[in-house]
């Protein structure tokens, strides 16, 4: 098993209900080179207690506790970010997953195996309802990853996602613009940059996590059709636009860390995301954006022609 010091980036707001089984979960792994960083919230159940709790189980300073920015869960997760250790790999966790045994190991070894490179690892998961009782497995993409993929699409699940020691030294420098850009979401925002950077995108086709779904998830399962026809919806709502305007904000605050492509590609977006339907789609097209799924790249041409991803007012 590979040498890799990972330090975990656990954002919490009222999850006493179900972390217990997390951090159970955490402290089982395979590979045991870890420490734990929790961004709390201001929670008012019992998270504090039961986080306290779990440090004092553990070998002194593997677990630390910090006062999150109480400005939601993305915010929370770039504060995370800020305050961890330079040097390490950085794994981002939910509250209210359960990882398998060999989660960190098989992302561990994915990243050694890339060298000293910036790298983003994720994973499939397994979906699970509100009692751990498995639902089926995450979709399977099967198109490449990169960065015409990752400014339409989010899928690199946070709850899996691992950084390199490279890529987590990206993240930190980009974190400021990502806060002032006001990205969406914090794995999305991470996909991005580290594409944008040059990085590599390391897909595991095995899932490594119960994935539990109890109707306060963030953004919850997106392997049924509803969920799939929900999600597709989003890229007329208005909301898609304004997300992805965010985004190539926070690319471009730290357009430092890109590369020259990715400025090009970006500085483009940005002037389509402005521009009239037809001219809008036809820009998409030429730039090679896509979402993994035919129907999803499909939905985001129709949205960006029938002018939906505009800026508007």
């Known amino acids: 098993m590979p040498h890799m010091p990972i330090v975990i980036l656990m954002a919490v707001y009222n999850g006493a209900r179900h972390m217990q089984a997390q951090l159970d979960s955490i402290a089982a792994q395979d ?15 019992d998270s504090r207690k039961i986080v306290d709790a779990f440090a004092a189980s553990q070998p002194g300073g593997r677990v630390r506790r910090i006062d999150g920015p109480r400005a939601g869960a993305t915010a929370n997760f770039l504060h995370l970010v ?95 613009a990502a ?4 990205v969406v979401s914090h794995d999305w925002w991470a996909y991005q940059l580290i594409a944008a950077s040059g990085g590599s995108i390391l897909k595991d086709d095995q899932p490594v996590l119960l994935y539990r779904q109890h109707g306060g998830n963030e953004m919850g399962r997106n392997d049924t059709w509803r969920a799939k026809v929900k999600r597709l919806g989003m890229l007329f ?13 926070a690319l471009q605050g730290a357009d430092d860390l890109l590369t020259p ?16 339907g037809p001219k809008a ?11 993994h799924e035919a129907a999803g790249t499909a939905a985001l041409y129709l949205a960006a022609a029938a002018g939906r991803l505009r800026q508007r007012g």
């Open 179 to 182: 806060r002032r850009a006001d």
């Open 82 to 176: 800020d305050a961890a250790p330079e040097g390490c790999a950085l794994a981002f966790c939910d509250q209210d997953d359960v990882w398998l045994r060999d989660k960190l190991a098989r992302a561990a070894s994915a990243l050694a195996s890339h060298g000293a490179g910036a790298a983003h690892y994720s994973a499939r998961t397994i979906i699970a309802g509100p009692d751990l009782k498995p639902l089926g497995p995450s979709p399977r993409f099967t198109r490449p990853f990169g960065l015409r993929n990752a400014l339409v699409q989010a899928c690199t699940a946070g709850n899996t996602s691992v950084f390199s020691p490279s890529a987590a030294a990206i993240l930190r420098a980009g974190a400021g």
């Open 281 to 291: 789609a036809a820009g998409f097209a030429q730039l090679g954006l896509y979402r």
């Open 31 to 45: 590979h045991q080179d870890w420490s734990l960083i929790v961004g709390d919230d201001g929670s008012d159940d």
């Open 237 to 249: 709502d208005g909301d898609f636009g304004r997300w992805m305007r965010a985004n190539v904000n």
């Open 261 to 276: 492509e990715a400025r090009d590609i970006t500085a483009h977006l940005q002037s389509l995301l402005a521009a009239s």
